[in-house]
């Protein structure tokens, strides 16, 4: 009994100093593991102790302004059309992470940013970018909704996963593009193994590869070029005829599915329906609807098709790629439809399309560069603010030749992924916390399925609706992204700014990628003198005003 | 007609002197501009699809086969179409069948969810090119659309393919209910309205240094109209149609107590305040395994939601204006599978289409008693579409240019004489 006593009386006496040593070992912690943290950041965005990028400035600069220049200068300069200015660097900071991570960036990013002094500081910041795995993950991501579109396709056979990692894999690397689509094309073996080979697997339907969807998706995705009509019937307009079609889809036609994957079945003989034929059979030889000369004499028929896809000569080829990246980085590609492109002009170079094309191969067809030319053109550096764009007047012939950044709305994921990320004053990457991973995970998916999501039409100009209205104005997504707790940005900023304007200045930063203007300064601090309210309410209320502006959820 | 019929009637009539009094309750209750006041065929006119996902069985629902091979177990009882029998689960239904033109082989060429949705929502197959509006997008662009102050087009419960405008543009796609009859979701603002008010003139305050410079494409694209309009939506008294609240306890369980029921009586009284095309989704058609199981379960809240819908309907005066279409995906096979379920079947699959000035009490093709011979009399899709705008008084050989300039008919089809009337 006594040491029942004993043993009760001490777990009384010792809550007391438990909290104490908590009090005084959890700052400790806390402060520790902030300290391990910052390093852990510091080191790795390559930042020294005075706040500098490590990274020196990148070696293909002057290349690249060079090779961007000349597509700037295609437009050429029209006397009567002016060129809008220069943006600032934090709005071209925001496109840019918009365009390769598919959110804008944190304000610890922002802070990085600014620190950095180089007047290049935009071509080092993308330097850095393209080694960061958002970047991989996110291009990844788009990129493989071109080449599989957005069905679920056949459950067992196709691994969109395991075709996505691979794929950010062959981004963050670098691997040359027509290496990428080579290996997409002629994959052997088994998908989970070997993931390019998804996008073989993507096409099967019932037991069969579907020839005729690989045919009709290598032609858009890969060459820009819409050739699905000619599957059923020959049309006027088009240089294509069905017996392209069917010459292209015979190149796919001998793969299977067996136990070790996919492999190509060697001397079969494609054959189609055809009721005029004699036994309602006709058989399809391998056909290209154009280059010929470029198809080669060894192979699988697959080998054979992906080396004439990425032929140097194949210009359709490189001009795809250019335009589809073009489009991902200013919400517009240079041709619309993306996939429907022009043929290649006759006389070289005499679009920006096929200057942009011939460099991209001639650097050894790497996204990189791609990425890198592109981002250094005015087109992309520039305001998106014209006067052709206040009044209407010549804003087509503005538009069409690239006299400012093109105006468009954000994607579904891109406007969640906003919301999530000015919700948190670090980075949400693969380093964050399990939790804000998890949380952003399941955050994305439910609001895309109440804003509905785009899918397939990646580059399509959306009017916005009501629901998504509603859903921003009102939704559970912008009160919890909102609301001030110790957790979100909005508590911390509330509680951790020294007055109001550092308050204000910190919501914008990390709403908007921008600091407030002396005007918008001057509303706020006169809406407060009208309404005092606490931080954390005034914090709330921006947060959900900059969340609901059009600014947020257009790119700019 | 049977003993059980007349029986049936007795409480049809109830049902309909309940639902007349409800009538007197709704238009008391000031829900709506004048679109919910008039009445009879001169009303505008409104399409409501009663969407069957999955994939419903034609031999458990309207085209049984009893007796035979392909039947299995199911009976067939008697319809108020002479002649005419339906799957015995479905009793109520079979007292207003004569409503309805019941449509025996419909044909499509897609066997799989997601692209036979395509075909039966929008008349086209899919193309990796164009997404192709669905039908009610189509008549909520195509009609005009009066004081309507809430979505013209609505989509009530969760189904898995959404109802979307595709090159009509997103403001065609359906305004999505996943709980029907339950408080709408994202209407409230979350805040007290004081400081509602004050986020919202911020919000207009901050705007402005945005639009600097950026008028014409800002105003073109609509934006600040889908922000008025979406505020004009959460204090309008025309909300109430979402509700159900103020219904009698009776008519809830006429519908029945459960999201499709309630979508029912929800879709009737959008339609009475004159949105212009409203579907409802009944999930679970899909039955593989158990069909005969499956297929009853459904029936059993199918039935009583459709005919419950019709007899509302009609005790209102809105039959003559609203278009009823009923169905799904595809059908199923004939063959039973060694799970006791039948597979996806888009070979000769049933409807049912009626209302809205449509004629009724017809059967339309026929399906084989073996299920080796491809149906008589064949429908295709577009056929059906072509039809429904006709009557809703919709052009359906317009052409309309896609964003990229391709011109692009409503629909391909044309309508079929059989099911207008003389």
């Keep these: 009994m006594n040491t029942s006593t004993i043993g009760t009386s001490t777990k009384r006496a010792e809550p007391l100093p438990r909290i104490g040593a908590l009090k005084l070992v959890l700052p400790l912690f806390l402060t520790t593991a902030g300290v391990i943290s910052l390093f852990a950041l510091l080191a790795q965005m390559g930042l020294e102790a005075d706040g500098q990028m490590s990274a020196k400035l990148p070696p293909d600069l002057q290349s690249w302004k060079v090779s961007a220049a000349a597509v700037d200068q295609i437009w050429g300069t029209s006397k009567t059309l002016s060129q809008a200015e220069r943006a600032d660097d934090l709005t071209i900071l925001r496109r840019l992470h918009l365009a390769l991570v598919g959110t804008v960036p944190s304000l610890e990013e922002i802070r990085a940013f600014e620190a950095m002094e180089s007047q290049d500081r935009i071509a080092q910041w993308t330097n850095h970018l393209l080694m960061d795995p958002r970047v991989g993950d996110y291009l990844a991501q788009r990129l493989s909704k071109v080449f599989v579109g957005i069905e679920d396709g056949q459950f067992i056979v196709f691994r969109r996963d395991r075709l996505n990692q691979w794929l950010a894999n062959e981004i963050l690397d670098d691997r040359p593009y027509d290496k990428i689509v080579q290996q997409m094309v002629s994959e052997k073996g088994l998908w989970t193994g070997r993931p390019a080979g998804n996008f073989i697997t993507a096409a099967v339907t019932g037991e069969e590869v579907d020839e005729n969807k690989l045919a009709g998706r290598s032609a858009r995705a890969f060459l820009g070029q819409r050739m699905d009509c000619a599957q059923c019937h020959d049309h006027f307009f088009a240089q294509w005829k069905q017996h392209d079609f069917e010459g292209l889809a015979a190149f796919y036609a001998p793969v299977r599915i067996s136990a070790v994957g996919l492999e190509d079945q060697k001397d079969f003989q494609y054959q189609v329906d055809d009721s005029k034929a004699e036994g309602g059979k006709r058989t399809v030889d391998l056909r290209v609807p154009f280059g010929e000369e470029w198809l080669p004499a060894q192979g699988t028929e697959r080998q054979k098709l992906a080396y004439w896809i990425t032929h140097e000569e194949n210009r359709r080829f490189d001009r795809a790629i250019v335009n589809r990246m073009w489009g991902l980085m200013f919400g517009k590609p240079l041709v619309e439809p993306v996939d429907d492109l022009p043929d290649p002009p006759v006389e070289r170079q005499s679009d920006p399309l096929d200057v942009l094309a011939d460099e991209f191969r001639t650097h050894g067809r790497s996204l990189h560069w791609l990425i890198q030319v592109i981002v250094q053109t005015k087109a992309f550096q520039q305001e998106s603010k014209h006067p052709s764009a206040e009044n209407g007047e010549k804003f087509d012939v503005a538009s069409e030749n690239w006299a400012m950044y093109p105006l468009t709305r954000l994607r579904p994921e891109q406007i969640i992924g906003n919301m999530l990320q000015a919700w948190s004053l670090q980075t949400i990457d693969q380093n964050s916390h399990v939790f804000v991973r998890l949380f952003r995970l399941f955050r994305e998916r439910d609001f895309l399925k109440e804003y509905g999501d785009t899918g397939e039409e990646e580059l399509a100009l959306f009017t916005g609706t009501i629901p998504q209205a509603l859903l921003r104005m009102n939704g559970e997504f912008s009160r919890q992204l909102s609301e001030a707790t110790p957790l979100s940005a909005a508590g911390r900023l509330a509680s951790l700014s020294n007055d109001r304007e550092e308050l204000v200045t910190g919501v914008f930063l990390a709403c908007l990628t921008r600091r407030p203007t002396a005007e918008e300064l001057q509303l706020i601090e006169a809406m407060c003198q009208a309404h005092p309210v606490s931080n954390a309410t005034l914090a709330e209320d921006l947060y959900w005003t900059l969340f609901n502006s059009p600014e947020f959820s257009w790119n700019h | 007609m049977s003993d059980s019929l007349i029986n049936c009637c007795w409480n049809r009539r109830e049902l309909l002197q309940l639902l007349t009094t409800g009538v007197v309750a709704f238009s008391t209750s000031q829900l709506s501009a004048r679109a919910a006041e008039e009445r009879g065929p001169q009303r505008s006119k409104s399409l409501i699809t009663l969407w069957l996902a999955g994939g419903p069985s034609q031999l458990e629902t309207w085209d049984p086969h009893p007796g035979t091979r392909i039947g299995g177990p199911t009976k067939a009882i008697d319809t108020s179409i002479q002649g005419t029998q339906i799957c015995e689960w479905y009793p109520q239904t079979a007292e207003i069948l004569n409503s309805f033109c019941v449509i025996r082989s419909v044909v499509s060429k897609e066997g799989d969810h997601e692209r036979g949705t395509y075909v039966v929502r929008t008349g086209y197959r899919p193309e990796p090119t164009v997404v192709h509006p669905s039908l009610g997008s189509i008549v909520y662009h195509e009609l005009p659309r009066g004081g309507l102050e809430i979505p013209g087009h609505v989509s009530l419960g969760d189904g898995q393919f959404a109802t979307r405008g595709g090159y009509l543009g997103e403001e065609s796609t359906a305004f999505r209910v996943f709980e029907p009859g339950r408080n709408l979701t994202n209407l409230e603002a979350p ?56 219904e009698p306890a009776a008519v809830l369980a006429a519908y029945g107590d459960h999201p499709f029921g309630r979508g029912c009586l929800v879709a009737r009284r959008l339609i009475e305040m004159g949105v212009r095309a409203v579907d409802v989704t009944l999930n679970g058609f899909d039955t593989h395994a158990n069909n005969f199981g499956l297929s009853k379960g459904r029936a059993e809240i199918l039935d009583p939601a459709l005919s419950t819908l019709v007899t509302d309907l009609k005790s209102r005066d809105l039959w003559d204006s609203t278009v009823v279409l009923v169905c799904g995906e595809f059908g199923r096979t004939p063959q039973i599978n060694p799970l006791d379920g039948r597979d996806h079947w888009p070979h000769g699959f049933s409807i049912l289409l009626g209302g809205g000035g449509l004629a009724s009490g017809r059967v339309i093709g026929a399906t084989d008693p073996q299920g080796v011979k491809s149906p008589e009399n064949p429908i295709e899709i577009p056929q059906i579409m072509a039809s429904i705008l006709q009557v809703l008084g919709i052009d359906f050989q317009k052409e309309i240019f896609t964003p990229i300039g391709r011109p692009i008919r409503l629909t391909s089809g044309q309508p079929l004489a059989a099911l207008f009337k003389a």
């Design chain 2, 191 to 246: 805040v007290d309205p004081e400081r509602h008010q004050r986020r919202l003139e911020t919000l207009g305050q901050l705007s402005e240094g945005f639009l600097n410079g950026r008028r014409y494409p800002i105003a073109n694209s609509l934006h600040q109209k889908t922000i008025d309009s979406a505020l004009k939506m959460m204090t309008s008294e025309q909300l109430k149609a979402f509700s159900i609240s103020d």
